[in-house]
């Protein structure tokens, strides 16, 4: 049987939390765009923040349909609100039921309430689903994330960076970062960098595009998970090589957030050969890559 997905999006938490991301923290609060269309064709500087800010619903549905059919998938949000009623048009042309949700306070809405009770309600009526996509960030979504796991199926969460808890990102079986979703846009550099002095900007353009493993602490905790996890493959085998495959999948186990892209390389097997002081890596004849500790 082919797998099938289900998909639920907080979509005012993805908004405000996209547009802070671009903009810079509590910048949803503070410019209050809840009341204006989203326009590229303007030249109304909030109008052109919500241009900028524009959510890729196609990357998100296009992601979740890799793990199998998308054969249900809704979207919370308040749509009287002009903001969020500009994507009705392409989340109804890829087929996403709209739950309209009237906002109680200035931002809040109670998403978290109304599609935990869906989800639920959808997995005890519908056994055939196997795979429940969740695109939000709020740590009320753990017990949600858990009990889809407790009910056998497999949780896969999306949330924007600076948005997410770390509780929820531990509670799914996988996790990305919207950003590094396929075809979504990068956030523009100038949002990192308009307070560099000359002297950084010189450094920066000598700094490769990965990161250093000693002046990055994500990278650190990577580099710590990597060790941590051939540990484990090691104690489930007699030699001392693992398939870098399976350190892979035990890393992902261990910590649903990590990606290699997240840290600047476009293979799992770049990452793992940058770390030659911690990991020694060994290609072999039919092209599979196998490690073990230095």
């Not at 949000?77 to 500009?86: E, I, K, L, R, T």
């Not at 009705?88 to 309209?100: F, N, P, S, T, W």
């Not at 035990?250 to 910590?255: S, T």
Request: charge should be positive; include cysteine.
């Amino acid at each position: 049987m082919s797998e099938r997905v289900a998909v639920y999006i907080d979509f005012d938490n993805v908004v405000i939390s996209r547009y802070d991301d671009i903009h810079g923290k509590q910048a949803w609060r503070e410019d209050d765009p809840r009341r204006r269309l989203r326009s590229a064709s303007s030249t109304d500087p909030i109008d052109m923040k919500l241009a900028a800010a524009q959510v890729n619903i196609g990357a998100i549905i296009d992601y979740a349909a890799s793990f199998g059919s998308v054969s249900l998938s809704r979207a919370y949000a308040d749509w009287s609100v002009p903001a969020n009623a500009a994507y009705k048009d392409e989340l109804m042309g890829r087929a996403l039921h709209l739950v309209q949700l009237f906002t109680a306070s200035g931002v809040k809405n109670g998403a978290d309430i109304r599609l935990a009770v869906d989800a639920v309600e959808d997995l005890m009526r519908h056994p055939e689903i196997s795979h429940v996509v969740l695109v939000a960030g709020d740590s009320d979504y753990v017990p949600l994330a858990q009990s889809c796991k407790q009910l056998g199926r497999y949780v896969v969460g999306i949330g924007v960076a600076g948005s997410t808890s770390k509780a929820l990102v531990s509670a799914c079986n996988e996790f990305i970062d919207y950003t590094h979703l396929p075809g979504v846009t990068p956030p523009p550099a100038t949002k990192r960098v308009v307070a560099r002095s000359p002297a950084k900007k010189a450094a920066t353009k000598k700094t490769p595009a990965r990161r250093s493993v000693s002046a990055d602490p994500a990278a650190e905790e990577a580099t710590d998970l990597l060790v941590r996890a051939i540990r484990v493959g090691l104690q489930k085998g007699d030699d001392d090589w693992v398939y870098a495959a399976g350190v892979k999948s035990q890393m992902q186990r261990m910590d649903p957030a990590f990606t290699e892209k997240s840290l600047g390389f476009t293979t799992f097997r770049e990452f793992v050969e940058s770390r030659n002081d911690k990991v020694v890596s060994k290609q072999h004849a039919n092209g599979q890559l196998t490690v073990r500790l230095a």
